[in-house]
């Protein structure tokens, strides 16, 4: 299972046209895990969008520290 995703900030009120911050791509290890580099921009929302997931019940989850 792969997954590209997306991390994305936003000053709007939904998640549209947000600034692309970075993209990680996880791999076919079971608990495979990459980080962003520091971020100076101060977005009040962050979303993700996920892309290319490959394999059968891939999911991915994404935590952001202020």
Sequence with gaps: CTQTQEIRGT???TAIN?????TITLGDNPRDQSAC???DAAFPRYYVVP????????????????
């Design 11 to 13: 000053n709007a009120q």
């Design 18 to 22: 947000g600034v692309l911050i970075c």
């Design 37 to 39: 580099a520091p971020v």
């Design 51 to 66: 892309s290319n997931t490959t394999g059968t019940g891939a999911t991915g989850g994404v935590y952001v520290n202020h």
